[in-house]
């Protein structure tokens, strides 16, 4: 099993800010996934980080707009840049140990 | 490419009572794997049960069981004597090798009531 920390739970920005999401898992993992939420939408995979290679990004999703840093085997980053309304969502990362665990999500506004 | 479908939006029982969920799957992977998952309000993701795609017996996790029948791609959640805390959103999911992201449903809200 895993444990995975991720910060911050929630917040509300303003739109044409940025906002970096952390995920800190209790043991090394391979992979991480970043997923999103959009209201009363199901989870789609926004890109998968490999520590030491560039996070490969699901379509309609680009680097610029959500960079993504693995800088280690239990750790990553997702940064949510220049935010508009419709970035509004719960955002979670996931790690694969022995079945798929995700952090606690994170929900943010942008208004 | 792979598929899952929950067709029931919404579903209503009474405490104490039974409930399925229904998922459906597709794809074209001998090896997958299905998964159930709870989202609550707060938005969380607390894993319910697993069922590998080589594996003979149903997954039992506690109230949960998950009916398997591979011949007709279906990875029904069952949860048995329903509590009010079992009130939320549930995903079924599915991944292919070890290791790769999952794919969602849509969905299913469960509302228990007394």
């Known amino acids: 099993s895993a444990v995975i920390s991720q910060k911050p739970s929630r917040d509300i920005c303003q739109r044409g800010t940025s906002l970096t999401i952390q995920c800190q898992v209790d043991?090394?993992?391979?992979?991480m996934f970043w997923y999103r939420q959009q209201p009363g939408q199901s989870l789609t995979l926004i890109a998968t980080a490999n520590q030491g290679s560039e996070a490969t990004y699901e379509s309609g999703f680009v680097i610029d707009k959500f960079p993504i840093s693995r800088p280690n085997l239990t750790f990553s980053t997702l940064t949510v840049s220049n935010m508009s309304p419709e970035d509004s969502s719960i955002y979670l990362c996931?790690?694969?140990?022995?079945?798929?665990?995700f952090g606690q999500g994170t929900r943010l506004t942008v208004v | 490419a792979q598929k899952i479908t929950q067709t029931q939006p919404g579903m209503f029982v009474q405490e104490k009572e039974a409930v399925t969920l229904d998922c459906t799957y597709d794809t074209s992977d001998p090896s997958y794997g299905l998964f159930w998952y709870k989202q609550p309000s707060s938005g969380e993701m607390i894993f319910l049960i697993y069922?590998?795609?080589?594996?003979?017996q149903n997954a039992t996790e506690g109230r949960y069981s998950l009916n398997f029948q591979k011949a007709r791609k279906s990875a029904n959640l069952v949860i048995s004597a329903s509590q009010l805390g079992d009130s939320a959103m549930y995903f079924c999911a599915m991944r292919g090798q070890a290791g790769t992201a999952l794919i969602f449903g849509k969905g299913t809200t469960l509302s228990v009531s007394s």
């Open positions: 043991s090394q993992v391979t992979m």
């Open positions: 996931s790690v694969e140990a022995g079945t798929a665990f």
């Open positions: 069922q590998g795609s080589y594996d003979q």
